[in-house]
């Protein structure tokens, strides 16, 4: 069956230290999506792309980077992370409007 | 600026009774809005989709309606359990070239008691 997973589930990182979240897709969809979401704030997109070589910023995408070398994998990197990126973060991909998640990373920046 | 609302606080309500959740928005103009579950500690899960042009659609225990004048739609499960008990997301498209990126209200977190 085809998924969307998410790597690692949780991870710690110290503030001032670059960290790449994976997200890889069996899916074969062209658009591919981060989000993160906090209390009080709901789902807010951080980059989105529609497909190898496409990246676009999202509102909330001050801090990271993505690239998209192939269909599979949307990277999420935080250049530097802060305090403030501490988050649940949601990967998505979509071959039309349904858009299907993966299972999220919950990252603490101390 | 575009908002999407939904209710912060949660529903609660007895199994076996419809549960009506509300999905406001402003300065948008979606070609489709859906709906998604989300249970704790994991992603949002597709749900229903509903197009501009149609007022209701029905799946299931679940009926979605679509008033583009109003600018709502409501999201109604009948017989609802406690197994129904999660929350609720709104999303409508926000089409950029071509595709269609969801961008998603706050959620209303359901509670349905036995």
């Known amino acids: 069956d085809a998924e969307i997973t998410q790597s690692p589930r949780h991870k710690i990182t110290e503030t001032g230290r670059q960290v790449t979240l994976a997200c890889h897709q069996t899916?074969?969809?062209?658009?591919m999506f981060w989000y993160r979401q906090d209390l009080g704030h709901g789902l807010r997109l951080i980059h989105y792309?529609?497909?190898?070589?496409?990246?676009n910023k999202g509102e909330v995408s001050d801090g990271y980077s993505v690239s998209r070398s192939n269909t599979e994998d949307l990277p999420l990197t935080l250049e530097s992370a802060a305090s403030s990126q501490t988050s649940v973060y949601f990967c998505?991909?979509?071959?039309?409007?349904?858009?299907?998640f993966g299972q999220g990373t919950r990252l603490t920046v101390v | 600026s575009q908002k999407i609302e939904q209710n912060s606080e949660a529903l609660n309500i007895q199994e076996g009774k419809t549960a009506t959740l509300t999905c406001n928005y402003t300065?948008?103009?979606?070609?489709?809005l859906q709906w998604y579950r989300q249970d704790p500690g994991r992603g949002p899960v597709f749900l229903l989709l509903?197009?501009?042009?149609?007022k209701e659609k029905r799946k299931e225990r679940l009926k979605v309606t679509f008033d583009t004048t109003l600018k709502q739609s409501l999201f109604h499960i009948t017989a609802s359990q406690p197994a129904d008990s999660a929350t609720y997301l709104c999303?409508?498209?926000?089409?950029?070239?071509?595709?269609?990126?969801?961008?998603f209200g706050r959620g209303t977190s359901l509670i349905v008691h036995p």
């Open positions: 899916w074969n969809h062209n658009n």
């Open positions: 999303a409508l498209d926000n089409m950029r070239r071509g595709s269609y990126i969801p961008t």
């Open positions: 792309s529609y497909g190898v070589q496409d990246t």
């Open positions: 300065n948008y103009s979606p070609a489709y």
């Open positions: 998505a991909s979509s071959g039309g409007a349904e858009a299907f």
């Open positions: 509903i197009r501009e042009n149609e």
